[in-house]
Every structure is written in structure tokens, then in C-alpha cells.
């Protein structure tokens, strides 16, 4: 496992974001984070829009200069307090979330699925009100986020195998 060194990151001013969300997309990247000793994976209760008082993956912006392994890291560390194996990320898809918060914001999600070397969850209180375990499509709360429900789908589908689908993601 390569724990790498975090960058420098600066955050754009308050109203330089403010026209970003108006006029551009911005690159996010979600987790799923498999807790071995658990056998499920982590969903967290978020307070902040766009997908506020809904159940989620962890996720947050890429900042320059962040690498895809900085920003894993970065996120699994400041908002749940994990370590995880960023070596052995698989990419599990892309998703185009379109809300109507913050400007009509537009993200465009990227999720992998990650190991967690660690099993203290220590939750970002400024983000999330709680968090669960799940280990199966029918474990997922009725009111997590449609993104977040479709990255799950994909990744319980995985894990059943190719000839069992979960039930609708929608």
C-alpha cells in the first residue's frame, strides 16, 4: 500500500466558486469503501447540500493538484477518518448528477470501490450526521441519493455475479 504525500490544495474564493457552479461542471469522485471485517460497505448520512439529510458515499471535489490516488485518500481520511488501499481502486463508473441546489449545479461523478486498511470510522461532523454498514442491494435506505443508488446497484450486481441483477436503481 502507498500512503502518498498530500498536496497543497487551495480552494477558489467563495464567489469565483459561486460562478463555477453556475457556469461549469464540476469533477467529484465517490467511494465505496469495503470494511473487511464488516463484509459491507460504508454509507454515510449527509447535512450538506446537494444531497442533503439523504444517505450517500463518501465524496468530494478534485483540487489541483491532486492525482485521482491524493483525492481518494483525501476523502476516505478527512470525512470518515479511514485509511485505504488506494493500489487497489477499481473503477466503478461515472455518473451525471444534475440538481437543483447551488446554481442548477452539475457534477460530474467519478466512483471507485476501495479497501479500508483501517476500521475507526471517525465521521466528518460538518458533512454527515451518520453512517451505516450495508451488505446487500436491499440493505440500501429508500432515501439515498439516486446517484449513490446507482453506484450500489452496479456494485451489488458485481458481486452477485453476471446473471443476477439487483431490483431497479431508480
Known amino acids: 500500500m502507498t500512503t502518498p504525500k498530500r498536496p497543497e490544495i487551495k480552494f477558489a474564493p467563495r464567489p469565483i466558486f459561486e460562478n463555477i457552479l453556475k457556469y461549469g461542471v464540476i469533477p467529484t469522485f465517490d467511494l465505496v469503501i469495503e470494511m473487511p471485517s464488516h463484509a459491507g460497505v460504508v454509507l454515510v448520512r449527509r447535512i450538506i447540500p446537494p444531497y442533503e439529510n439523504r444517505w450517500a458515499l463518501p465524496g468530494l471535489r478534485i483540487f489541483k ?35 437543483k441546489t447551488e446554481h442548477e449545479r452539475q457534477d460530474l461523478s467519478t466512483c471507485y470501490v476501495v479497501r479500508a486498511l483501517t476500521e475507526d470510522i471517525q465521521l466528518n461532523q460538518h458533512h454527515f450526521s451518520g453512517h451505516q454498514i450495508i451488505k446487500q442491494w436491499h440493505d440500501v435506505p429508500a432515501n439515498t441519493g439516486a446517484m449513490y443508488r446507482f453506484y450500489l446497484s452496479r456494485y451489488f450486481d458485481h458481486l452477485a455475479g453476471p446473471d443476477v441483477k439487483s431490483e431497479s436503481a431508480g
Open 65 to 99: 493538484p491532486e492525482s485521482i490516488e491524493d483525492t481518494i485518500a483525501r476523502i476516505a481520511e478527512d470525512e470518515l477518518g479511514l485509511l485505504v488501499d488506494v493500489d487497489d481502486k477499481r473503477l466503478l463508473g461515472q455518473y451525471v448528477g444534475r440538481f
